[in-house]
C-alpha cells in the first residue's frame, strides 16, 4: 500500500492525527473535501479583508509550565516549529446584557484572566452571593477535574478504559448529569446568573441542557489567559500541514471520501466521490461520528453505526462578516469578544430570523488580536440559530440556491447588519463590506450535518457515550476530531492526538510535555 494511514478530513483534529503520526516516519494521506484545507481553521478572503471561521480565540497555548500550557507545546513539538501565538487582552470576553433600567441600557462585565480574578470582581459588585459564588467557583473545578477523566476514557486503551470505568464510572456518570442551570440555582441574582451562563455560545447550549461539565472545561481551558494565532488560523494548516509532507505525506482538496472500504471485517482504505480509491491498513475519520458512520458499508457494525445515528446534531449558527474603513482599534475595541444578550440567555437560539433580531449576538474583532494581520479590519459577528428555518433549502445546491433563498438570506443580512450598527454606532459608519453565512454554508463546507456548528450535541449522554471512543468497532478504523472528547479546537486536537496514540502508543509520553 502507498500510504501509511489515511486521514478523512483536513480540520484540527485530522490535521493532528496526521502530524502524530508524521512524527513516527508514517506516510499519511489527509483526504479534504473542500477545496480549501483546514476545515473550521480554514480562512478566506473577500476584498482585501481575511476572515477566520471557526477560531477567536483559544487557551493553553501561553508560557505557562505544566498543564496551562502544554497544548502550546504539544503543537509546537507536531508542528514545523513557526507557529506563534497572540495573546488577547487580559479582559477577552464582555459580555452585555440589556438592562433598560440603567442610563446607557444595558449591564456590561468583563471576564478575563485568571479565572479567580473574575470570582473575586463578581463578589464585589454582588456581596448578597459571596456565598453561592464560592460554591459556584467549587463545583466548577471540581467538574474541569473529572472532565478531564472522562475525556480520556473516549481515547485510553480499553484495558486502563475498563478499569478506570469500574473505579470512577460511577461517580463520572453522575457528574455529567449536573447541568450549569443546576449549578447555578443558589445564586440569587438573576443577572450574576445570566453573566455566569452568558458565554455558552462557546459550546452552543443554553444552561438548563449545558452539562456543568462541558461548561468547565471550555471556560476553564481560559483560565490563564486567551490568545490567536499569528497569522490567522491557516497558521495551523502551514504548521502540521509541513510535518505531514516533511515525512511523505500529502493533504489532497477537492477529495470528497464516498465510502470507507473493509475487506475482512477490516478498514483498508476509501472510495472517492470523483471515482478511484486510497489504500491504507489505518484510517483515522476526523470528518465528524455522523458521516463516518454514514461512510460504513451497512452490514458492518450495524450495532454502531445505529448508535451514532441516534446522536444529535449540534445547533446552528449564520456568521456576518464585516469589514471596516481605517483602523477600528480604540479603547471600546481593544480585541475583546462582546457576548451581546437581548433576552434571557435561556433564549439563545434564533428562531425566526426572518421577523424578529437575533436574541443574542458574538462578535469577534480577529483582526485586532492577530499582530501579523494584513488588509482591512475585520469582525465576525454569530448567531446560534435554528436549523428547521433552513432546511427546506437543505437539498438545493451551492452556487445554485433557489431565489427565495438568496431574498431570504439578504434580508437576513441586512437585518443583523443593522442590529450591529445599533450595538456598535461608533463602527456604523465604518461597514464598507459584509456578507452573511447561513448553516447552509456549513453544511456545504464543512459537510456538517444540519449545519451544525460543533459536530454532535454535547447532552450528558454524548459525553460517556463509549461508541464515541477513537477505537471503532472496526478494526482499522479510528475516530478523531471534535466527536471523541470535546469540542473546541484544543478538544478537537486531543481527538485527533489520541487517536494517533492508539496506534502509534510512543505519542503518549508526548501528552506529558
Ligand atoms: C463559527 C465557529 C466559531 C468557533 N470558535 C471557536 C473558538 O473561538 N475557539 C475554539 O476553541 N473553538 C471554536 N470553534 C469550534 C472549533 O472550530 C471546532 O470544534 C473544531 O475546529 C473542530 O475540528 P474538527 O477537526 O473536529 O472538525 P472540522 O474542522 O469541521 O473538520 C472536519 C473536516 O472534514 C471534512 N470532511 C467532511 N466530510 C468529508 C468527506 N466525506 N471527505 C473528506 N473530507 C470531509 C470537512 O470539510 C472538514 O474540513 C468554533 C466553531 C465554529 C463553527
Redesign the pocket.
Known sequence: MEWDAIV???????LTAAAALARCEKRVLV????FVL????QTFERQGFRFA??????GGVGPQPGAAGSFGRLLGWLGDGTQRFAPLPTGFDTVRLRDPKRPEGEFRFTFGAPEDDNITRLKALFPEDVAGLDRYARDFKRAARAAKLMFAMHGLPKPVGTLLGWLRGGALRKAAQVTLAQALADIRNPTLRHLLAARGG?YGLAPAQAPLMLHATVMGSYTHGAWYPIGGPQRFVESLGATVRAAGGELRTS????GILVEDERACGVRLQVGGTERAPVVIS???AA?TAA?LPPETAPDWQAEIRALKPSGA?V?LYLGFEGNIRSDSFDGANHWIYESSPDALDWQDPADTDAPSLFVSFSSLNDPAHTGGHTAEV?ASCSWDFFSRWQDSLLGARPEDYAATKSWIEERLLAQFKRLFPTLADRVVFHELATPLS?AA????PQGA???LRMTPGRLLDPALHVRTPVPGLYLA???VAS??????AM??FMAAASIKPRLWRQMSR
Open positions: 478523512i478530513g483536513s480540520g484540527i483534529g485530522g483526504l479534504e473535501q473542500h483546514g476545515g473550521m481553521t471561521t471557526g477560531l477567536h480565540y483559544i462557546d477529495a470528497a471520501v464516498a476526523a470528518m465528524g458521516n461512510a449558527y456568521a454569530l456549513q463546507y464543512a459537510n456538517a456548528m460543533y459536530g476530531g471534535q466527536d469540542l473546541g479546537i484544543e478538544g478537537a481527538g485527533g
